[in-house]
């Protein structure tokens, strides 16, 4: 079993940043990739980005490349989630999500990979 708990979501204006957390419990910590994913009002939900277990493997989707960044802590149980210039349709519930399974980079972009979800954080940027 895993827990998840984002946290740092807020309002923002375009242009501005917020750092996300997701703090994680049971399982050890490092067994495991993370991904965030966004699900915005009346919309599927949409892979954001996935770091593997070690924090070396990284791959973005192509709206938030050079713009978002995911990062890990393996010693304080967190993934964090830097979004800078951000932008009106960024806006959305932000999800972090365990994955057991060990995939080939570029794989796990769906949400069916993943095995245990946090409870989401709410990110709005006005315009």
């Known amino acids: 079993q895993v827990q998840l708990v984002e946290s740092g979501g807020g309002i923002v204006q375009a242009g501005g940043s917020l750092r996300l957390s997701c703090a994680a419990s049971?399982?050890?910590?490092?067994?495991?990739?993370v991904g965030w994913f966004r699900q915005a009002t009346g919309k599927e939900r949409e892979f954001v980005l996935r770091i593997g277990r070690s924090g070396f493997s990284t791959y973005y989707a192509d709206s938030v490349k050079g713009r978002f960044t995911i990062s890990r802590d393996n010693a304080k149980n967190t993934v964090y989630l830097q979004m800078n210039n951000l932008k009106p349709e960024d806006t959305a519930v932000y999800y972090c999500?365990?994955?057991?399974?060990?995939?080939?980079w570029g794989r796990g972009t769906e949400p069916k990979m993943y095995d245990f979800w946090g409870q989401g954080t709410q990110v709005t940027v006005s315009s």
């Open positions: 999500a365990a994955d057991l399974n060990v995939r080939a």
């Open positions: 049971g399982r050890t910590f490092g067994s495991y990739a």
